[in-house]
């Protein structure tokens, strides 16, 4: 049996670390940036525990970090989509799942629930291009919709364009006012998808 290579512990420390760092950064500006759009790298790389030029190596600056966010988001999105559409279950009950991690997500980038990647920045004439995770991201989430429909799961007097709006723009706001409102953390994916997917009105209602 051949010895390992003498450096692969060494290379995998590194990559390791690298990412994690990353993941450090990416956090704290989404929770600094979420609170004040203006704030300074500094304030950033104090909040993730990094020196500055740790920040700038990896961002030039905070729309890189703003774009950085909102990808890292996406991604770990597009995650919680395929792992949904893996357990194999009903539409309904794959989108209960989906609108959970969801939520999961976007408490940990506050960022994304401001919207900033929806509308232009100051000095800019109109709104940016989505990243590509995000592009595919809400693609597949559509697509999840209009099967739904096609299988007769979700409503088809609707136009399948308004669903994903109606779960982002619910988890966005009932996550901004979380504290104010002394919901459950842990618990508020689950309530923000049984309010989507079952409504407001009592069973007997319904």
């Given at each position: 049996?051949?010895?390992?290579?003498?450096?692969?512990?060494?290379?995998?420390?590194?990559?390791?670390?690298?990412?994690?760092?990353?993941?450090?950064?990416?956090?704290?500006?989404?929770?600094?940036?979420?609170?004040?759009?203006?704030?300074?790298?500094?304030?950033?790389?104090?909040?993730?525990?990094?020196?500055?030029?740790?920040?700038?190596?990896?961002?030039?600056?905070?729309d890189a970090l703003r774009a950085a966010v909102f990808e890292a988001a996406?991604?770990?999105?597009?995650?919680?989509?395929?792992?949904?559409?893996?357990?194999?279950?009903?539409?309904?009950?794959?989108?209960?799942?989906?609108?959970?991690?969801?939520?999961?997500?976007?408490?940990?980038?506050?960022?994304?629930?401001?919207?900033?990647?929806?509308?232009?920045?100051?000095?800019?004439?109109?709104?940016?291009?989505?990243?590509?995770?995000?592009?595919?991201?809400?693609?597949?989430?559509?697509?999840?919709?209009?099967?739904?429909?096609?299988?007769?799961?979700?409503?088809?007097?609707?136009?399948?364009?308004?669903?994903?709006?109606?779960?982002?723009?619910?988890?966005?706001?009932?996550?901004?006012?979380?504290?104010?409102?002394?919901?459950?953390?842990?618990?508020?994916?689950?309530?923000?998808?049984?309010?989507?997917?079952?409504?407001?009105?009592?069973?007997?209602?319904?």
């Amino acid at each position: 049996m051949s010895a390992p290579h003498p450096g692969t512990a060494r290379q995998r420390g590194p990559r390791t670390d690298a990412r994690r760092t990353d993941a450090l950064i990416l956090r704290a500006a989404a929770h600094v940036l979420a609170h004040n759009p203006a704030a300074t790298i500094q304030q950033i790389a104090d909040e993730a525990g990094v020196v500055r030029l740790t920040v700038y190596r990896r961002y030039r600056n905070r729309d890189a970090l703003r774009a950085a966010v909102f990808e890292a988001a996406a991604e770990e999105a597009q995650h919680a989509i395929d792992q949904a559409l893996a357990q194999h279950i009903d539409t309904v009950a794959t989108l209960r799942a989906l609108i959970i991690g969801m939520a999961r997500i976007a408490q940990s980038y506050p960022l994304i629930t401001v919207g900033t990647d929806l509308k232009p920045l100051p000095g800019q004439s109109r709104r940016p291009t989505p990243p590509p995770t995000s592009r595919s991201m809400h693609r597949n989430l559509y697509d999840l919709f209009v099967r739904g429909q096609r299988e007769g799961a979700l409503r088809t007097d609707l136009p399948a364009e308004l669903f994903p709006l109606a779960i982002t723009g619910t988890l966005n706001t009932a996550i901004r006012f979380t504290a104010t409102l002394g919901l459950d953390q842990d618990q508020l994916g689950a309530h923000i998808a049984d309010l989507i997917l079952h409504g407001i009105t009592a069973p007997a209602e319904r």
